[in-house]
T-cell receptor
Framework: GQQVMQIPQYQHVQEGEDFTTYCNSSTTLSNIQWYKQRPGGHPVFLIQLVKSGEVKKQKRLTFQFGEAKKNSSLHITATQTTDVGTYFC???????????FGQGTRLTINP | DAGITQSPRHKVTETGTPVTLRCHQTENHRYMYWYRQDPGHGLRLIHYSYGVKDTDKGEVSDGYSVSRSKTEDFLLTLESATSSQTSVYFCAILTAANYGYTFGSGTRLTVV
């Protein structure tokens, strides 16, 4: 079945540093979604990427979808303490309308 | 978020007892999902539903059953709880607007 791998598993940065998490799928994805989960909270939908090579920005967050639609990345510029949490990518199995999640990258920040 | 609630929020139960978790939504969404979250494993799909009485298995369905007799309720049952089922359980709905999932607040289940 479809597998989605995400690296790194953990990342600790100083406030103001940049952060990137990477997502790779074993199969071509119809689309990819990103979620953020604050400590003790539930995952919250951030964005969906659909097109090959697509790049979307949300303020300091930049999301990319690879040309082959098998990988994706999330880059945060100049991290702030509010960025703390776990970031998940998820690939959509469109036939069954179900998401397969990566293991997540837990971001911690030193103020 | 999007009218989705899970109950209970926390539960401690003994090995071998049955447990039912409830997910309730108020917006008539067709697709509902149960995931479990464990350290190092991310979110893994247990079961999902694509309509009343229409359900299917996910990647970690052993030891779990589900029922959906009404659009608004999706129940997850552990027939005979084991310690390996200690986890945080999240229900989610597919919101047609952007195909993103909206998650409930989760149920923390401890099996002792």
């Amino acid at each position: 079945g479809q597998q989605v791998m995400q690296i790194p598993q953990y990342q600790h940065v100083q406030e103001g540093e940049d952060f990137t998490t990477y997502c790779n799928s074993s199969t071509t994805l119809s689309n990819i979604q990103w979620y953020k989960q604050r400590p003790g909270g539930h995952p919250v939908f951030l964005i969906q990427l659909v097109k090959s090579g697509e790049v979307k920005k949300q303020k300091r967050l930049t999301f990319q979808f690879g040309e082959a639609k098998k990988n994706s990345s999330l880059h945060i510029t100049a991290t702030q303490t509010t960025d703390v949490g776990t970031y998940f990518c998820a690939g959509l199995d469109q036939g069954a309308q179900k998401l397969v999640f990566g293991q997540g990258t837990r971001l911690t920040i030193n103020p | 978020d999007a009218g989705i609630t899970q109950s209970p929020r926390h539960k401690v139960t003994e090995t071998g007892t049955p447990v039912t978790l409830r997910c309730h939504q108020t917006e008539n969404h067709r697709y509902m999902y149960w995931y479990r979250q464990d350290p190092g494993h991310g979110l893994r799909l247990i079961h999902y539903s694509y309509g009343v009485k229409d359900t299917d298995k996910g990647e970690v369905s052993d030891g779990y059953s589900v029922s959906r007799s009404k659009t608004e309720d999706f129940l997850l049952t552990l027939e005979s709880a084991t310690s390996s089922q200690t986890s945080v359980y999240f229900c989610a709905i597919l919101t047609a607007a952007n195909y993103g999932y909206t998650f409930g607040s989760g149920t923390r289940l401890t099996v002792v």
